[in-house]
């Protein structure tokens, strides 16, 4: 497109974060060419750098972000409360509907970019194809497509099973050639039934198969690992991000390990913990509501200590985590679809980040900046700087100082297009 029919558009706002800087900046504006963001500063500044009619958009006193990144989330699911076993009988028609549900609520939450961490068969694909033909908005979208998992592992019924190094190598590359942005593996058992969470699922050198397969095709991986030693065969093989890191043990409990904490500081390894998940958040949310209006049942109160008090075992967990320099290797992701976890809502894992010692301004680094470089972005998105792709939210208030910001979306903007 030449210059005489691009498209030019200026947002200003209040106050910018722009992830990098860890407090926002007044008055400031942004000049967007083409979907590319072309300038960024002072609104008198990027005023005389403006063509004549140029769009002008003024989000008053919000604060403008980059948009935000959810590393972990399971588009064929619905998040509303049924059983694996009940969510996986719908069909796959069913599924792509779901997803393409999930997929509107998380855009219009200012998630502008997510990972897909698992479908059954081509779903995953089918919504990235979707998007891709404008048949639906959403999230830019990477899919790891089947996640790959053991006889009878968790996530079995997505249909990409694999047993041993040879089968393994084999199902990563039918995945990158159908499609599979990055690879997705199953190190430990999960929710699904039958699984046991605390023990590993693959050997360190079936790890390693994967891993290297995925490198030789320039793919990173993924592993999810709640057992223990599932996080310690991960490290060990090279895996790039390691997801939910519980330090689970077959007794069904937490039990932080030195050791291993060492062992992801040497490693640098990417963590994306989960948060919401395990500490089963939104329900706390919704008990915590009902008690501030006085409707609460002594029965959901005492239900409500008792989330409480799990939530905090996983919170002491990730707070000792933090003692090893791996703040800045922190990727949220909301592990949306399963169980209660609806879409929408990556404001609930950086409300728990503040709970375990993030500040409100390295939160919104970790869900942007932090995120984009763990999954290999971080030359298109995660800040606001010219060059970069122009995908930014605006919140009510300012996220750097009050993280409730982050829950108050005013306006998304995907590729420089208002979204919302």
């Known amino acids: 497109m030449s210059d005489k029919n691009a498209r030019t558009i200026q947002i200003r706002a209040a106050r910018l974060a722009d992830g990098i800087s860890s407090s926002s900046k ?85 998630i502008t970019t997510i990972r897909e961490h698992g479908a059954r068969n081509k779903i995953g694909f089918t919504l990235k194809e979707g998007l891709a033909r404008g048949y639906m908005a959403g999230p830019r979208l990477l899919a790891s497509g089947r996640p790959i998992t053991c006889t009878g592992g968790h996530f079995h ?80 093989a090279g895996i790039d991000l390691m997801e939910h890191a519980e330090f689970l043990e077959t007794d069904d409990q937490l039990h932080f390990d030195t050791r291993i904490a060492e062992m992801m500081e040497e490693s640098r390894i990417w963590i994306s913990p989960t948060l919401q998940s395990w500490t089963r958040y939104p329900r706390i949310v919704e008990l915590n509501a009902k008690l501030k209006d006085g409707d609460i049942s002594v029965a959901e109160e005492a239900e409500l200590q008792g989330l409480e008090q799990r939530a905090e075992v996983r919170l002491d967990v990730m707070r000792r985590m933090l003692d090893y320099n791996l703040r800045d290797r922190i990727v949220p992701g909301t592990d949306s679809g399963v169980n209660n976890l609806a879409f929408g809502h990556l404001d609930y894992d950086l409300q728990l980040l503040v709970q375990v010692g993030f500040t409100p301004a390295e939160t919104l680094i970790a869900a942007t900046r932090i995120s984009a470089e763990a999954i290999g972005l971080d030359d298109e998105i995660g800040t606001i700087q010219s060059g970069k792709v122009a995908d930014l939210v605006a919140f009510d208030g300012d996220p750097t100082v009050d993280v409730d910001a982050l829950s108050r979306v005013v306006a998304v903007f995907q590729a420089g297009c208002r979204i919302k």
């Not at 719908?90 to 998380?106: A, C, I, K, R």
């Open 26 to 110: 007044p008055n400031q504006a942004v000049l967007i060419t083409d979907g590319w963001i072309t300038s960024v500063g002072h609104q008198d500044a990027i005023q005389r750098q403006t063509p004549p009619e140029t769009e002008i958009i003024d989000l008053g006193t919000a604060c403008i972000t980059p948009g935000l990144i959810d590393g972990h989330t399971h588009l064929s699911l619905a998040g509303d409360g049924r059983t694996y076993v009940e969510m996986f009988a719908d069909s796959d028609e069913m599924m792509v509907l779901t997803g393409v549900m999930n997929l509107q609520q998380h855009l219009t939450a200012g």
């Open 157 to 236: 019924m997505c249909n990409e099973i694999a047993d041993g190094e040879e089968q393994i190598r084999r199902s990563v590359r039918r995945l990158v050639h159908e499609g599979a942005d990055y690879i997705k593996i199953m190190a430990s058992g999960g929710g699904t039934e039958g699984t046991i969470p605390g023990l590993a699922s693959y050997t360190t050198e079936e790890l390693h198969a994967a891993i290297h397969e995925a490198h030789h095709f320039h793919r990173l991986t993924a592993a999810h690992c709640r057992a223990k030693e599932s996080m310690v065969r991960a490290i060990e």
